[in-house]
Each structure stands twice: as structure tokens, then as C-alpha cells.
């Protein structure tokens, strides 16, 4: 048809405003096509990991050796394999884990070089070798002699190394993995033991039940409450919501841009329709032209940006392959991804544009041709704000304003969006600054902390007693949740906890922190039912006061009572705070934390997130750019006779651009200022349903120098759009005014 | 007859102001012949226009066109009816500004059943050389000659012009109307002008007057004049 020719023309004719859509088309199918097949690719190759390498269902530490595992076994119908570690010091300050070679539960995955086949072979976690330079043909000098290193591995149960199943961040600096052969193992010493287990049926807790008869279970760690095994869940949920929402939210935001280009494009071809109309064309063919707008974007926006999406994906797979000390990721863009990302802008776009040019086809040929139709009307407001005691330019901005609302509206949606996007970033960081700058230096006051492996009966060499146990609670939405409950000295001080006021909270009571008592509804005064998952036993608590703390779902209750609570010793602890580096014997300790250490892990941890909040900053000042260019280029050209007319009147450039770019700075404000609550009470959302799996909660914070950093960065944009729109405005020549008048 | 109005009456209604456009309007003209309506503004000559050329409708009596009835036609009806008779001359061209003058002829070859030769209709009207030409880049008669053009591709039965020459100079209006006389004479084209101008009248076979929506003269030019021999 040869109408298309017009489509290409007037794209052409119009660039600046379709670009603009096509750049939003090409970011949200982008933004898609990476990170849906990434998440997917992770998902796919983690439980095909899962799988071949037989990943444990939880993991346990007893008193005594089990005995008669083939008994349990059969009784049960679970595997059972018992596990041996040695922490060995490595280098200056760090921690290398040894794990001894599985053969039945969590086995290594061999990520490059050759598998273990001597006693003096060792594999090393990628991401620690990696910070501390080793390669694989190097030795290593360990307590029980030398091992080469014959490649890289990784392991279900430290898919996310950490040293600690309720650490949060991890640090290859500090800590890292490797396992040898039995009797690499053997080389090392005596070991810490303990047992991986994996369930025919669902009989977890009369085996518990059981085991805790014969023996004495010290920890049970259930694989959903181990962050080394469920961090990367979250992530990679994240991704995917990242892949599903945002894509969405940019087509939305595309379409609405898209709509409003398009209907004042209608709005000026009215009369080209009623002639195509009086020269005998279709309804539907009127429609097929004016659909091959849409059609043309979309195939160009989504094409473009399935493509780069395709090429990036790897990149995305291999960030979280690296991160994670994951298997190598399989599987490329899948036919399903490329033809939904192609297909998504069109779904978006075509019936929202079908219902602008069916709206226009509705009205009769006379009208269009008559060009009536395309008469401005007074708005309502207008009408009420006729007299204005304002300045002529003031009267004459205001009017702009109350004329275009729809434009306006626009205007604050559009920035409201990319402002969001710019906070994102900025919020996120600023929670993760507070969770663990600010609260983890005011509540933990100590340097180290080292949990026995048995009951302590003897005054701790120096510091503070504490003792901790596992207990499950059903939260408000009914999930169950995972609650550690600590006993400490009722005058501990190396552990400060706050209420909401800010005064301190005594340790005589019980305490729960703000994050727990949000998750189970608990106001200071009521009662929580708890169960202990040692012994599967339910107990009531009476919670005297809530913390204004998110570290985690934490109660602290006196030591004493802490012991009734559980049926522990009298005066037993199972663990000391302390200052000062303690020299307890390593086979007495079941883990030590270093506060240093977990500081430099959280750097280390923040660092790719600084520069993904650059990189998201990057992309919300791209979209704020096109929106407002966009917007802005379609003031200039609806006002063409206005701004010729005021030209002709002798008005400056400069005078002009206050006119009628003035008014802008204030939409941009608005839709900034609109933005702040938005994005807290949607990234508290995305929290909560993301840290679900996780057992930590975030609060939602934005720092005032992010706001106004956020907000100059917007207020720049716009400055530096205005300055396209200048160009656009000098323009328009004098005779536009003119020519209008005659048309 | 080839167009046969009987009785017909428009009512426009604006809000609660009713206006009676055309009051029992009867008219005839036969095939190919050239008729021009004369009227101030007002009058009801668009209106009839519009209701011949099926892009509006009346509220009473028939339009029949070569045995056609278009008061009994729908919305699709109307269409087709377009599509295949029914050839337009605006005012203003309402040329599509982004089309060459080739490609603005093009958009009725595209649609039409048996449309001439857009190069011969291009040389009928003298602006094959310019075919490469955007509007902008033409003058108003050469914009109209392009309007003339996509309405006579077609092979019309029937050309409707809208003061065709409106917006355009004495000489310019001159060529316009002789090139629809000759476009009358070679391709027997049955045409309808509505006008202001009392001078076009010497080239018609019919002349009507309309007046608030009535005819108050309807007669047949026995000394049919060309245009390069009438003076206004």
C-alpha cells in the first residue's frame, strides 16, 4: 500500500518523538529477554545441580557419633552420610574450610581442572582462589602438609560461601571452601563432624523425635533456613521479578507516551482522514495504516532490544555463575523468551492505539475534513481560573498548564517513573547502609563471637555468656518461619537494644526484634507460641518489649530463663561475646564470628551494588530523558503557532523558553517528590515477598543527601532537555503563525 | 436522469438551535453533463454536495446516482459507493503532505477497481515532471491539478468539486477550470461544482442558485463557454 510510505515519513518527520518510544520498547524487551532466560538459565542448571550432586535436606551436629547409620537409614527411609570439616587458618586474617569428598550427599561439581583422585589433591572454591591469587598447579601448605590444587569445584550446601548458614554476607577474603579426599582429610587431623541427611518420605520429625532420645542433637539446620543454600534463591527471584515487572511497568509507561504522540498525530492527520474517507477507503483500511505506526515501533524498539537482550544474557548467567559459586550455566535464549519479548511490545501497543484510531473513525467525514473537531476546548478549570491577578507570564503559564493536563499528567507519570527507577537504587543502598552500618554498630558491641560445639559449665576466660536454640513460628500469613532465640546475661553490655523511643531496653526482659514481631503481628505484651526444632516441642513466650532492630528474627531472654525454656543445664552456656580474641581450642568450637570480618564482608558485598545503583541511576536518567524530551518536544510543536505568533510579537528566545518550558519545572518536582513514598512502599513489597525464603527483613530507608542528590540528578535532566527543546524552538519560523491561520 | 435528488432535507441541530439546511431540494442532471451550483455561504450548496457525494446523510427524500440510492445505503454501502463513482476537488487539495504528487495520485489507483494511468492522468493535468514533488513544494494550483488528479484516476462516473477554485488566483482558477472541462469532454465525467463564483456558470450544461436551502433557479446554459473566455 502505498500509504505506507507516509508511515515512514512521518516517523521520519517526527524522530525525536519516536525515538524516544522506540529507546523505552528497546530497554523494557532488553531488560526481558537477559534477565527472564538468565533467571530461568540460573533456575534450570541450579536444580539440575541440585539434583546430580543430591543436595542434602538439612544437616545436624550431635553430641556423641551416630551409631548404626544403615539402622536409621532403613528405619527412616532417608541417606545419612556423616561429614567431616577442619577450618584451617589461610594466610593472614582468613579461614579455608575443608570439606571432606562426599560420595552420596551434597558431591562436588567439578567447575575446571581434574577430579580428586590422591591424598594430596585439593579443589578450591572459584571465588576464593580467586582473591587470594591461586591457580590451579599451585601448592598449598596446610597443617597436615602440602596439597596441589587440581581445579575448582563447588558444592550444593556453600552454593553462597559463607562461613556461618545465618551469615548474610560472604567474604573470599575471609572465608572460602576446598575439599579433599578421606584421607586428604585424614591428613588434616581430627575434624569437626556432622551429618547431611536427605528424606524418602516426610518423617523429619519423628526421626528428630528419635535422635534426640538416643543422642543429643547440638544444631539442626534445615536446608531453607541455610543462607550458604537459599541466598541464591532470592536472587535469582529477583531477577525474575526484575525480568516480569519492570519490562512491564516500561511498556506501560511506553504505551501511555506512545498514546498520547499518537492521538495528537490523529488529532493533526483529521482532515487526511475524512479525505481518505471521501475518497472510498475502508474503516479497516484507514485502521491497518495508521495500526503500521505501532506496528513499525514495536518491531524496531522489540527487535532491537531481543537481540542486545540475547547477546547480554550470558553476561547476566555468567554475573550470577560468579557470584555464586555455581556450575557453569546451560542453556542460551529459548525460542519461547525471543518470541514473547518480540511479541510483548505489539500486545502492549496495538490495542491501545486500535482504540485511539477506532475512536477517531467513529466520527463522520464532514467533522474530520471540517477540521472542528481538532478545535481546543475550554476546559472546566480554565473557566474557573478566567481572572487571574498574576503577572502576564504567570497568567500565561498558568493557562499552559490548565490547557494541557493531560500532557501535565504526563509529564509528572513519566518523571514519577524514571525518579523511581533513580531511587531504587539510592533506597536500597541506603537500607543496606543502615541495616548494617548504623544497627549492627549500635546493638552488637562486640568483636567476637564463639559458639561451643558442647554445654559450657565453667566462667567464660573472658566476656559475656550467651546460649541460642532453633525455634519454628507461624507468621501472619501463615508461613513458617525460622526464630532464633538467645539467652544472655541480664547485664550483658556488649549487646544494646533500643525501643522505637530510643530508650535503652533491659535485659530482664523479653525482648523480640521489631522484624520478627512485624512478621508474627506481636505487639509488647502478648504471648507467641514457638517450636523447638530439636525437640519438636511447643512452648508459650511472654514478650515484654519489641527492639527497633531488623537483624534478623532474634528473641533475647535471660540466660536462666533461656536454660528452663529449653531443659538445658542450669547455668550452661553455649557461647561467649567478648572484645578481645579468645584462644578456645579449635575442636571445642563450633563457629567463631569476627565483626571485622563481617564489616569487610558487607563492603565487599556492597561494592557491585554501588555500581549497579550507577547503573540503574544510568537507565532512569536515559528514561527520564526521553520522557521529558518527548513531552516537551510535543509542547513546542502544538504550540508552533503560539511561539511563531509571540516571535513575531517581538518576544527573545529567552523570554519564550520561560513561557513555555517554565512551567515544566514544577511538573518534574511533583512527579519526583511523588516518587519517594512510591518507591519505599514498593521496594518494602518487593522486599518482603524476596526475603521470604531468606529470614531477615529490610528497613525501607532513604537518606537526605540521596534525596537531593536523586532530585538534582531529575532537575539536571530536565536542564538538559530544555536545552533540545531550545533548539527545537528557535525553529519554528515566523510564518508558522501565518500559514496555520490559512490552513 | 444520472442524478436524480427528489425532495431531500437536511437538519443540522446544534445543541438546542436546529438549522434546516436544505428544504425539499429536487434536482436531475444527465450523465455528463457539467453543473454548476451557485449559492452565498449558507445556502445548502455544500450540504448537497456532501449528501451527493455519500460523506453525509438527509433526514428526508432520495438521492439516486447512475440508479444507485444512496438514502438507502449503510455506512459499508456508502463506502463502496465512493470507492468506485464518486471522485472529490476540495477547497484546500487536502493533498497527504508527506506523499509526492506520484504517490498522493497513488493512494486512489491502490484502492480503486479500473483506474486510468496515473502517468496519463499526471500528463492530463500537466504535472508529470513535478510527480517527484512533495506538496509543499508546488504551488496552489499545481496542488489542486494534484487533487484533480487523484479524484479522476479513478475513472470516476461522477466528480464532485468544492470550490475548486477558492483559494486560488484568476488565472490559476482559469487553467483549473478548463482542465475540468476537458477532463468533462475526454472522459465524459458527470461533474458537480459548487461555487461562489457567478462566472464559473458559462461552462456549465445545468445552472442551479440556491438560497437558505432551496433552489430558486434551475436551468439549462445553451451557450456553454470555455473558461479562457470568461471574465470576473
Known amino acids: 500500500m502505498i500509504l505506507r510510505k507516509k508511515v515512514l515519513r512521518s516517523l521520519n518527520a517526527r524522530k525525536s518523538q519516536y525515538i524516544g518510544s522506540v529507546l523505552l520498547i528497546l530497554i523494557s524487551t532488553l531488560l526481558f529477554s537477559a534477565f527472564y532466560s538468565a533467571g530461568t538459565n540460573v533456575t ?173 542433637i547440638l544444631r539442626w539446620i534445615d536446608k531453607q533456613d541455610n543462607q550458604r543454600m537459599t541466598f541464591v534463591d532470592g536472587d535469582v527471584k529477583g531477577a525474575l521479578q526484575v525480568a516480569e515487572v519492570l519490562p512491564v511497568a516500561i511498556l506501560l509507561l511506553t504505551i501511555v507516551l506512545v498514546s498520547s504522540v499518537f492521538s495528537r498525530l490523529l488529532k493533526q492527520e483529521y482532515v487526511q482522514i475524512g479525505t481518505l474517507y471521501a475518497l472510498g477507503y475502508r474503516k479497516r483500511e484507514i485502521l491497518r495504516h495508521y495500526l503500521g505506526y505501532p506496528t513499525l515501533l514495536a518491531l524496531i524498539g522489540g527487535g532491537l532490544g531481543t537481540v542486545l537482550g540475547v547477546l547480554l544474557s550470558p553476561s547476566v548467567q555468567g554475573m550470577f555463575a560468579s557470584f555464586y559459586n555455581l556450575p557453569p550455566i546451560t542453556g542460551g535464549v529459548s525460542l519461547g523468551v525471543v518470541l514473547i519479548s518480540l511479541l510483548l511490545p505489539f500486545v502492549f501497543l496495538l490495542p491501545a492505539t486500535a482504540y485511539l484510531i477506532l475512536r477517531v473513525l467513529r466520527l463522520p467525514p464532514l467533522h474530520l475534513m471540517s477540521g472542528q473537531v481538532t478545535q481546543p476546548k475550554i476546559g472546566r478549570l480554565e473557566k474557573r481560573f478566567r481572572h487571574l491577578k498574576l503577572r502576564f507570564a504567570a497568567r500565561f503559564q498558568v493557562r499552559e498548564l490548565l490547557r494541557n493536563s493531560g500532557r501535565n499528567l504526563l509529564m509528572i507519570v513519566g518523571t ?13 543502598q541506603d537500607s543496606m547502609d543502615s541495616l548494617m552500618g548504623e544497627q549492627y554498630e549500635a546493638i552488637y558491641r562486640y568483636n567476637y563471637q564463639y559458639l561451643f560445639n558442647t554445654f559450657q559449665q565453667d566462667p567464660p576466660q573472658q566476656g559475656e555468656k550467651l546460649s541460642l536454640a532453633a525455634f519454628d513460628a507461624t ?103 567478648t572484645n578481645d580474641k579468645a584462644g578456645y581450642p579449635a575442636d571445642q568450637l563450633y563457629s567463631v564470628t569476627d565483626s571485622e570480618e563481617l564489616q569487610a564482608g558487607y563492603q565487599a558485598m556492597i561494592e557491585p551494588l554501588r555500581y549497579m545503583v550507577f547503573a540503574i541511576a544510568g537507565v532512569a536518567i536515559v528514561i527520564a530523558l526521553i520522557v521529558i524530551q518527548l513531552l516537551t518536544s510535543m509542547l513546542i510543536e502544538e504550540s508552533q503557532q503560539k511561539v511563531s505568533m509571540l516571535k513575531v510579537l517581538g518576544y527573545r528566545p529567552k523570554e519564550l523558553y520561560k513561557l513555555l518550558l517554565g512551567p515544566n519545572t514544577w511538573l518534574v518536582l511533583i512527579g519526583y517528590l511523588l516518587a519517594v513514598p512510591l518507591t519505599i512502599l514498593s521496594l518494602q513489597q518487593m522486599f518482603n515477598s524476596l526475603t521470604e525464603e531468606m529470614n531477615v527483613s529490610f528497613p525501607i530507608q532513604l537518606n537526605a543527601a540521596n534525596f537531593f542528590i536523586g532530585l538534582a540528578i531529575m532537575l539536571v535532566t530536565y536542564q538538559v532537555s530544555k536545552l533540545f527543546a531550545q533548539r527545537k524552538l528557535k525553529k519554528v519560523s515566523l510564518q508558522a503563525s501565518l500559514k496555520a491561520a490559512r490552513d | 436522469m444520472f442524478v436524480e435528488v427528489t425532495n431531500v432535507s437536511k437538519v443540522y441541530q446544534t445543541g438546542e438551535v436546529s438549522y434546516q439546511a ?31 457525494g455519500g460523506i453525509d446523510t438527509v433526514e428526508d427524500g432520495t438521492i439516486t446516482i447512475g440508479g444507485k440510492t444512496l438514502t438507502a445505503m449503510d455506512d459499508r454501502q456508502l463506502t463502496e459507493y465512493r470507492r468506485e463513482d464518486i471522485g472529490f476537488v476540495f477547497q484546500y487539495y487536502n493533498l497527504i503532505p508527506n506523499l509526492t504528487v506520484a504517490e498522493n495520485v497513488e493512494v486512489v489507483t491502490e484502492i480503486a477497481a479500473a483506474p486510468l ?116
Open chain 1, 416 to 428: 514519577a517513573f524514571a525518579s523511581m527507577l533513580l531511587l531504587f537504587g539510592f533506597v536500597t
Open chain 2, 22 to 52: 436544505l428544504k425539499g431540494v429536487d434536482l436531475s442532471v444527465e450523465q455528463g453533463q457539467v453543473c454548476v451550483i451557485l449559492g452565498p455561504s449558507g445556502s445548502g450548496k455544500s450540504t448537497l454536495l456532501n449528501a451527493i
Open chain 1, 475 to 577: 507468621t501472619a500469613s501463615d508461613k513458617k518461619t525460622t526464630i532464633l532465640v538467645y539467652g544472655i546475661e541480664p547485664d550483658a553490655e556488649l549487646i544494646r537494644f533500643q525501643d522505637e523511643q530510643g530508650a535503652r531496653l533491659d535485659f530482664q526482659d523479653n525482648i523480640m526484634t521489631k522484624s520478627l514481631a512485624k512478621q508474627l503481628d506481636v505487639q509488647a505484651g502478648d504471648d507467641v507460641s514457638l517450636v523447638n526444632q530439636l525437640t519438636s516441642e511447643t512452648v508459650t513466650l511472654h514478650i515484654d518489649r519489641i527492639a527497633d532492630s531488623y537483624l534478623g528474627n532474634l528473641i533475647y531472654l535471660p540466660l536462666d530463663r533461656f536454660n528452663e525454656l529449653n531443659g538445658f543445664p542450669q547455668g550452661s552456656y553455649l557461647g561467649v561475646i
Open chain 1, 44 to 216: 534450570d542448571s541450579l536444580q539440575q545441580f541440585r539434583q546430580q550432586a543430591v543436595e542434602e535436606d538439612a544437616h545436624f551436629f550431635l553430641q556423641a557419633p551416630l551409631q548404626e547409620e544403615a539402622a536409621w537409614e532403613a528405619r527412616y527411609d532417608l541417606t545419612l552420610e556423616e561429614r567431616t570439616y577442619h577450618d584451617v587458618s589461610f594466610a593472614k586474617d582468613a579461614l579455608l574450610r575443608v570439606l571432606r569428598e562426599t560420595k552420596e550427599i551434597d558431591r562436588y561439581a567439578l567447575l575446571e581442572g581434574e577430579k580428586l583422585t590422591g591424598a594430596d589433591q585439593i579443589l578450591l572454591d572459584r571465588g576464593f582462589a580467586d582473591a587470594h591469587d591461586l591457580q590451579i598447579g599451585d601448592d598449598l601448605s596446610l597443617p597436615g602438609g602440602t596439597f596441589h590444587v587440581v581445579g575448582f569445584m563447588t558444592v550444593p550446601d556453600y552454593i553462597y560461601p559463607l562461613k556461618s548458614e545465618t551469615d548474610l554476607v560472604k567474604n573470599p577474603q575471609a572465608f572460602g571452601v576446598a575439599v579433599v579426599t578421606a584421607d586428604g582429610a585424614a591428613r588434616l587431623g581430627d575434624g569437626s563432624t556432622f551429618y547431611s541427611v536427605t528424606f524418602g518420605k516426610d518423617n523429619k520429625e519423628a526421626f528428630k523425635s528419635d535422635l534426640q532420645q538416643n543422642n543429643f
Open chain 2, 117 to 232: 494511468s496515473r502517468e496519463e492522468v499526471l500528463k492530463a493535468v500537466g504535472l508529470w515532471e513535478f510527480k517527484d514533488r512533495f506538496p509543499s513544494e508546488l504551488s496552489g494550483g499545481q496542488q489542486q491539478r494534484v487533487s484533480i488528479a487523484r479524484a479522476v484516476v479513478k475513472n470516476p462516473k461522477l466528480l464532485l468539486c468544492d470550490e475548486p477554485t477558492g483559494a486560488l488566483d484568476y488565472e490559476t482558477s482559469k487553467e483549473i477550470l478548463k482542465l475540468l472541462q476537458t477532463i468533462n469532454r475526454e472522459y465524459g465525467t458527470t461533474i458537480l461544482i459548487i461555487t461562489h463564483n457567478q462566472a464559473i456558470s458559462a461552462m456549465a450544461h445545468r445552472v442551479v442558485r440556491l438560497r437558505s436551502g432551496e433552489i430558486i433557479e434551475n436551468r439549462l446554459n445553451d451557450h456553454i463557454l470555455s473558461p479562457e473566455r470568461m471574465e470576473w
